[in-house]
């Protein structure tokens, strides 16, 4: 089965960067997903990596490394409309529908 | 392009009555869909995957008897909540993902169901 990590809860302050790291444990791999979600709304796909390395989107950059089963998302010039929960997110392997499982998420909170 | 709606967006029922939910892609055909439920504060869980024709995919736990999902075409799944109780009240939420839309899935707004 898959087994993903992320802590609970984060704090930061606007204009400011923060990471958000997420752990894995699967017997294979299809790739990771970053999703943000905002209360009582859908998720909205972030970055998905499936190769070693980092992703760069803007603000929002991705990082993945398989052989140590770890991913972080990193947030830069943090705006208050960034406080939203993030989800980190594994395609499990031999996974012909691409469905992918949820970690518990993080809920970032930014402060002024 | 690539949006998945919901309909309805909330729905109040009463406990032993059943509930249809539909997800639909507009603007791309969805050859997988998946459905997940979430509970306050928590993350999404997969409940199932649905492919157009066939039999959904259920997750362990799941009871299939209960949550009757159905795919009928390439943009519209649906998932039924049969014999409702108050522990089935949830934000439901579907994801559809096309040939041609690569690995990502799309979600739709979501469908916030209370019973009573």
């Known amino acids: 089965g898959q087994n993903i990590d992320q802590p609970t809860e984060m704090t930061a302050t606007e204009g400011a960067i923060v990471q958000i790291n997420c752990t894995y444990q699967?017997?294979?791999?299809?790739?990771l997903f970053w999703y943000q979600q905002h209360a009582g709304e859908a998720p909205t796909f972030l970055s998905y990596?499936?190769?070693?390395g980092l992703e760069e989107k803007g603000r929002f950059s991705s990082f993945l490394s398989r052989s140590k089963g770890y991913s972080y998302l990193l947030l830069k010039e943090l705006q208050m409309k960034d406080s939203a929960s993030y989800l980190c997110a594994v395609s499990p392997p031999y996974s012909s529908a691409s469905k992918i499982i949820f970690g518990s998420g993080t809920r970032l909170s930014i402060r002024p | 392009g690539a949006v998945v709606s919901q309909h309805p967006s909330w729905v109040i029922c009463k406990s032993g009555t059943s509930v249809k939910i539909e997800c639909r892609s507009l603007d791309f055909q969805a050859t997988t869909m998946f459905w997940y439920r979430q509970f306050p504060k928590q993350s999404l869980m997969l409940m199932a995957t649905s492919n157009e024709g066939s039999k959904a995919t259920y997750e362990q736990g799941v009871e299939k008897d209960k949550f009757l999902i159905n795919h009928a075409s390439l943009t519209l799944s649906t998932l039924t909540v049969t014999s409702a109780h108050p522990e089935d009240s949830s934000f439901y939420i579907c994801?559809?993902?096309?040939?041609?839309?690569?690995?990502?899935?799309?979600f739709g707004p979501g469908t916030r169901l209370t019973v009573t």
């Open positions: 699967t017997s294979g791999f299809n790739g």
């Open positions: 990596n499936v190769l070693d």
């Open positions: 994801s559809a993902r096309g040939t041609s839309e690569g690995y990502e899935q799309y």
